[in-house]
């Protein structure tokens, strides 16, 4: 294991953010079962806490338990990942309530990036609460990234820069929404 990698599993173990390329955006991520994680992640974005996060995951067995009837999904996982694709779906239970504040949906996603699916399989459950890393409202990372305590810069032709389409299916119907 890596220098980084290992730095960046011992911060999310001690529920302390950190900011990861993705493939599409800088992602400011924790642990998903953190709630004082969960909050320091709105603190640093000043994020509106009705926005809910994301989550990340390994693969699909990592996210699924997440899903309320994720037989019923309309377009397969196969379809859609690993990529910059984020579905929004019916929460099952298992989403924290701090995560999704008030909704029934959580948004979820497989990245198609090496490095951060590497962290990804050594995270507890496989999967990471994730946002983009900026400030709401704003484009730029670097305000964020001086109050971390790890930025991993990305790799030349490691991120396309462009956020994630997030794609909501609800009641049989999909629905596009970025």
Same mark, same amino acid.
């Given at each position: 294991?890596?220098?980084?990698?290992?730095?960046? +599993?011992?911060?999310?173990?001690?529920?302390?953010?950190?900011?990861?390329?993705?493939?599409?955006?800088?992602? +400011?991520?924790?642990?998903?079962?953190?709630?004082?994680?969960?909050?320091?992640?709105?603190?640093?974005?000043?994020?509106?806490?009705?926005?809910p996060l994301i989550l990340l995951?390994?693969?699909?067995?990592?996210?699924?338990?997440?899903?309320?009837?994720?037989?019923?999904?309309?377009?397969?996982?196969?379809?859609?990942?690993?990529?910059?694709?984020?579905?929004?779906l019916p929460a099952s239970k298992k989403v924290p309530k701090y995560l999704n504040k008030g909704y029934r949906t959580i948004g979820i996603r497989i990245p198609n990036n090496k490095s951060l699916r590497n962290l990804l399989s050594k995270c507890p459950n496989k999967v990471l609460a994730?946002?983009?890393?900026?400030?709401?409202g704003k484009k730029d990372v670097t305000e964020i990234v001086q109050k971390v305590k790890l930025f991993i810069k990305a790799k030349r032709g490691e991120m396309s820069y462009?956020?994630?389409?997030?794609?909501?299916?609800?009641n049989g119907k999909i629905k596009r929404l970025r």
């Open positions: 294991m890596s220098r980084e990698l290992k730095k960046a +599993l011992e911060l999310i173990l001690k529920e302390e953010p950190i900011i990861v390329p993705t493939d599409t955006v800088y992602g +400011l991520v924790c642990k998903h079962n953190s709630k004082k994680a969960i909050e320091k992640i709105y603190k640093l974005k000043k994020r509106d806490r009705r926005k995951g390994y693969n699909w067995n990592a996210l699924k338990k997440f899903i309320k009837n994720s037989q019923s999904l309309i377009l397969t996982p196969k379809s859609c990942w690993p990529g910059p694709v984020t579905l929004v994730s946002t983009s890393a900026n400030i709401s462009k956020p994630s389409q997030i794609i909501e299916m609800k």
